[in-house]
């Protein structure tokens, strides 16, 4: 019965007006249209469970670029390969992540609205926009700080992606490693967990980060 009722809300769906995503997005109104059409072209029933999420997000992203990779502190020790970024896009373990940071309501679902607005600040977000939203993907059980059993779990599932596709082959340790040097660079007063703030102060402090948020800034 519970899926029956799920299934009516989630068919009787209907998006917010053009013009009001216009203006609460950094898109126009034709950008928004074509957005749309792919979407219900996917997703009739007006959301996306996450299943669905991790089949179909890629096509938003024609250079096969992931978002989850922009204004990421671990960007900067990916190899800058393309192809590995291609090859990050059927990663179901950190499609799990990025859906629960489309998710903002914490429904198990994404509309049309959120997804959109996540791409806005993504591909034309401030700097500030981007970083907060990179922050809150992290930020797995949304308590307002980054610890680090978050942290490797997000980069865990980075490297379980790239290892097979990397020369010489990442070591078993690489991922601690890694979440040891995020955590001495972010976390300032050394009490285990990293802020927004301390996130925040750290990334802009940082030159491959910042340029490192320019990456889908011509996507579309």
């Keep these: 019965k519970i899926e029956d009722e799920l299934e009516m809300t989630m068919v009787c769906h209907r998006p917010e007006g053009l013009e009001q995503l216009e203006a609460q997005t950094n898109f126009t109104k034709r950008e928004l249209q074509v957005l749309y059409r792919g979407f219900k072209n996917e997703c009739p029933s007006g959301v996306v469970n996450e299943d669905t999420f991790k089949q179909i997000y890629a096509q938003f992203f024609p250079h096969g670029a992931l978002p989850c990779l922009e204004g990421s502190p671990c960007v900067e020790f990916l190899p800058p390969s393309p192809a590995l970024l291609f090859c990050l896009v059927d990663a179901s373990t950190y499609a799990h992540y990025l859906f629960n940071a489309f998710d903002t309501t914490q429904t198990g679902s994404v509309k049309f609205e959120d997804f959109v607005t996540a791409l806005s600040i993504l ?11 990179t922050f809150n993907l992290y930020d797995i059980n949304k308590d307002g700080y980054i610890n680090k059993e978050e942290m490797m779990d997000i980069v865990k599932a980075i490297y379980d ?43 802009q402090e940082d030159d491959n980060i910042m340029r490192s948020l320019q990456l889908f800034q011509n996507v579309m």
């Design 123 to 133: 591909l034309r977000g401030t700097v500030h926009e981007k970083l907060r939203w």
């Design 161 to 203: 992606m790239m290892g097979k596709y990397t020369y010489p082959v990442l070591k078993e340790d690489t991922p601690r490693q890694h979440v040891d040097v995020f955590f001495q660079k972010m976390d300032k007063n050394k009490d285990g967990i990293v802020t927004l703030d301390e996130f925040l102060e750290s990334c």
